[in-house]
């Protein structure tokens, strides 16, 4: 919302039929929990709306890079519920998470008293992404959490990392980078 504008933010316990399921494979009917999120801002076209969840779906460079709802979408799927988008172009947009209700009966461990631990300052991490926000965003993580972070922008400078003399204790990379790795190193 670059003019500024309102922002809410909904949450409710939903039921959803058969019907709604027939029209959704990826759910079955039943109770969801609903988190909505609405904006006032500019909207998007429906070709944009068919592409938003697309890993590839960036804005250009002077708006960022989106909201990382590929990841988003594919936590929705892996949990059983599902994602919608709903926007109209001038009036801003809308998107529903449903994802499944626990039921009452489950019974909820007591969580533990929250300690932060920080790793020895020799633990070393390795992170590998190409995309320059994502990446200054998880060095700056891992090295709060104590961490030194060796930092990979490319495949020819992550090489070099797993192949120098450094052991490392962590990898933070996504699938897409690890599966394109393997086959490289197959000679694929």
């Known amino acids: 919302m670059p003019a500024g504008g309102r922002l809410m933010i909904e949450t409710r316990n939903v039921h959803l039929d058969q019907d709604y399921a027939a029209r959704h494979a990826e759910v079955k009917a039943g109770d969801y929990v609903m988190v909505a999120v609405t904006d006032t801002g500019s909207g998007m076209p429906p070709e944009v709306v068919e592409r938003a969840f697309s890993r590839s779906s960036r804005q250009g460079d002077r708006q960022g890079t989106g909201l990382g709802l590929s990841m988003i979408y594919g936590f929705m799927k892996q949990s059983g519920g599902h994602v919608k988008i ?78 120098g003399p450094e052991r490392l204790d962590l990898l933070f990379t996504d699938r897409r980078h690890a599966r394109r790795h393997d086959r490289q190193a197959a000679g694929r």
């Open 86 to 163: 709903y926007s109209e172009v001038g009036l801003g947009t809308t998107m529903r998470s449903i994802c499944p209700r626990a039921s009452a009966d489950v019974p909820v461990a007591a969580a533990p008293p929250f300690k932060r631990m920080s790793p020895p300052a020799t633990r070393r991490s390795w992170s590998w992404r190409d995309d320059v926000d994502v990446r200054l965003f998880v060095v700056a993580q891992l090295e709060s959490l104590g961490y030194r972070v060796l930092a990979a922008e490319d495949g020819v400078r992550a090489r070099k990392i797993l192949s």
